[in-house]
């Protein structure tokens, strides 16, 4: 095991002390993303060369409907250029969709009714698209993700160009590299060559490779730790098999129904443990303890 130093990366502690995956995704129920050339500050949205003001308004409306919005880049060199630009919305929720469409002015995108995106309606905007993973790559937030995301991304970007973005912090940099697959939402961590293979093909075909799986960002984070348990009891790996409602809280966990679409259901106990020893959560930052959830099956 290696030590936990202040040398060391948050990434490489978080690994080396097997901290666990399920329930750590960012919690959306959609996602807005826009092509953004150039470089990304700690904020990208109001650190990048993006309008300030168009950045800060976006993310004000959007997050109030639980829509997440990234900057994203194509991989390789990336000078600060003007002209169109392309944009992704995508809707996490089962029997989501992704949407593409060329801009020539971001400001375009404040006309948007984000309500009617995170209630699954995209009205006809843009045109249907592929689904793609945004593997995050913002340096000025965490170093983890500039090497590691960086590193992966020039392995990958050949074998997958048209469906690999860069992206700006999606969270959890301490499980470099990490990645957003969507539309479904699905988030990984500590992804490897091979990983993105196999959940760009099982996206492809509708399904979700387990593989390095942090959850689903429709569920909240209790809520994705359920969901992840009933998939690997079952070995499900249809995309879009599964749905979560959380029922009911109690004094040590949150109880959650996991619904299959074939008519079964399971209620799942999600309880949450702090984690020895502390280690810092982001590179530069004091240790603190993380806490994981504990996901454990109790009526079939």
């Not at 976006?58 to 390789?76: E, F, N």
């Not at 009205?123 to 500039?146: F, H, I, K, M, Y």
């Not at 697959?181 to 996206?203: F, M």
Request: net charge negative.
């Amino acid at each position: 095991m290696r030590s936990t130093t202040a040398d060391t990366t948050c990434a490489a502690l978080s690994q080396a002390l097997t901290e666990p995956l399920p329930g750590t995704a960012a919690v959306a129920s959609a996602w807005l993303c826009l092509e953004q050339r150039g470089p990304w500050g700690h904020n990208a949205l109001l650190e990048s060369h993006l309008d300030p003001g168009i950045g800060a308004e976006l993310d004000r409306r959007a997050s109030a409907h639980g829509v997440r919005v990234q900057l994203i880049r194509h991989p390789g060199p990336h000078p600060d250029t003007s002209g169109p630009r392309q944009v992704l919305i995508g809707h996490a929720e089962p029997g989501g969709w992704l949407r593409e469409k060329t801009i020539d002015d971001p400001a375009e995108l404040l006309d948007l009714d984000f309500q009617r995106i995170a209630a699954g309606r995209h009205d006809g905007w843009g045109e249907q698209a592929s689904p793609v993973l945004l593997v995050c790559t913002n340096g000025r937030r965490d170093r983890c993700c500039a090497l590691l995301g960086r590193e992966l991304i020039a392995e990958i970007s050949e074998h997958h160009r048209d469906a690999i973005w860069e992206t700006s912090h999606t969270g959890g940099h301490r499980f470099a590299p990490a990645a957003v697959l969507l539309p479904s939402g699905y988030t990984y961590g500590r992804l490897t060559t091979h990983q993105v293979d196999s959940a760009l093909a099982a996206a492809a075909a509708g399904k979700v490779s387990l593989d390095g799986l942090r959850g689903r960002s429709a569920w909240s984070r209790s809520g994705q730790a359920a969901e992840l348990a009933v998939r690997h009891e079952l070995g499900e790996s249809l995309q879009d098999a599964l749905e979560v409602d959380e029922t009911e809280e109690t004094a040590e966990s949150t109880v959650v129904r996991v619904r299959h679409r074939d008519g079964r259901d399971w209620r799942v106990a999600v309880r949450p443990r702090e984690l020895d020893p502390p280690r810092p959560n982001s590179c530069g930052k004091e240790a603190v303890r993380p806490v994981s959830l504990e996901a454990r099956i109790i009526r079939p």
